[in-house]
């Protein structure tokens, strides 16, 4: 009866010794796992590498206001509190305003999972203001993106806050008796952090991928 009962008692001990290292095993694949899903924070070389060019100390902006898709005022303030990613094109650009505004929504779907999605905002500014009113400009970003938000206003101010973000662009005619045009324009991307300064920008050739890799470690930097 003592030896049966030793012997139940030493399988028993096994199974629990088993069932404990295969806890523990467990454990210790489910910590690596969530380490390798994690984004880590890149070096400034690795984010130059991936084409963000971030600033060691971001730069101020002037107060502006222009208008938004809804023919609501838009300026400073409507820029805290959230991380934006503003791109600078026009409603007629043919290709790389469709273009970027395609990857702007590659990109927030990639963020979706994440914790940084709802923090994240998505701005188009026109540079063609006589012929992008609002609701132009809503019709043409909301195609894209119902979430996404465009703005435009006087010509002037649009001027220097393009100027103010290092966005170059000047009107081209393709017609001279019809007056038609276009805008040549930067293809860069600019990123405001949630105190409203120009903290970077991307730069093209861009890559949705690359761009969401080192906006996480970007915000993993600045929880």
Not at 43 to 68: C, Y
Request: charged share 20%; proline share 5%; aromatic share 12%.
């Amino acid at each position: 009866m003592s030896t049966e009962f030793t012997h139940q008692d030493r399988k028993s001990g096994i199974r629990n010794t088993v069932i404990v290292l295969v806890c523990i095993v467990l454990v210790l694949l489910g910590l690596f796992v969530n380490r390798v899903l994690q984004p880590r924070i890149l070096s400034t070389k690795e984010m130059v590498n991936n084409g963000a060019i971030m600033f060691s100390t971001p730069r101020e902006i002037s107060p502006f206001e222009l208008i938004d898709k809804n023919g609501q005022p838009f300026g400073k303030p409507q820029l805290l509190g959230k991380w934006t990613f503003v791109f600078f094109g026009f409603t007629h650009c043919p290709d790389i305003c469709p273009i970027t505004l395609s990857l702007f929504n590659s990109l927030a779907s990639s963020l979706e999972d994440s914790e940084f999605f709802d923090s994240t905002a998505f701005l188009f500014v026109t540079l063609d203001p006589a012929r992008d009113d609002a609701a132009t400009i809503k019709k043409y970003i909301e195609h894209f993106n119902p979430e996404f938000n465009g703005i435009g206003g006087d010509f002037i101010t649009t001027h220097r806050f393009a100027r103010e973000l290092n966005v170059a662009f000047q009107k081209v005619v393709t017609d001279v008796e019809s007056g038609d045009y276009s805008v040549d324009h930067s293809g860069n991307v600019v990123l405001i952090n949630p105190q409203g300064h120009y903290h970077g920008f991307y730069k093209p050739p861009l890559d949705q991928n690359k761009m969401a890799l080192t906006y996480k470690s970007l915000r993993m930097q600045h929880k």
